[in-house]
């Protein structure tokens, strides 16, 4: 039986929201913050698609990414956006075969910098959220702190 499970973590940047969100929808660029994970878009091969709604995101997470697609030890996760509203929320539908449900990027400025706050709602059978959840929280708290190092640099 499939369950639907709620993650979300938040995180302050002290950087203004317009630099946040530069960085964060710089697609292949999340490949440098995200743990073990390699991520494009469409627009990396076609550069007359505009980013934003309809556009498709790839994540592709496992053992040594980089080597994607050569290497397949890992999960693909694709990814369609469903809001776009820049420079404050990037909504998305995960359309893969495993990887099932809706994620959302939200900014807001505060005084000193930017509040980023990131959730997934994440369906799959309750066993295999039961391993996957701990782990995963933990994969984006360190993500979301490597991503605030790396945009404050």
């Given at each position: 039986m499939n369950k639907l499970s709620n993650?979300?973590?938040?995180?302050?940047?002290?950087k203004p929201i317009k630099t946040v969100w530069g960085a964060l929808v710089d697609w292949q660029g999340q490949s440098n913050w995200m743990l073990q994970t390699k991520v494009w878009s469409e627009l990396d091969q076609d550069r007359t698609v505009k980013n934003g709604k309809?556009?498709?995101i790839f994540a592709f997470?496992?053992?040594?990414?980089?080597?994607?697609?050569?290497?397949k030890l890992g999960i693909l996760d694709t990814m369609e956006i469903t809001k776009w509203k820049p420079p404050v929320i990037c909504e998305v539908v995960?359309?893969?075969?495993?990887i099932?449900?809706?994620?959302k990027f939200e900014l807001k400025?505060?005084?000193g910098g930017t509040v980023f706050y990131w959730q997934e709602e994440i369906l799959a059978p309750a066993i295999v959220l039961l391993f996957i959840k701990p782990m995963l929280l933990i994969g984006?708290?360190?993500s979301l702190r490597r991503f605030s190092r790396q945009v404050s640099a």
């Open positions: 993650l979300s973590l938040t995180i302050k940047i002290n309809g556009v498709l997470t496992g053992l040594f990414p980089k080597l994607y697609p050569n290497l995960h359309i893969g075969r495993v099932r449900g809706t994620g400025p505060v005084r984006v708290w360190l």
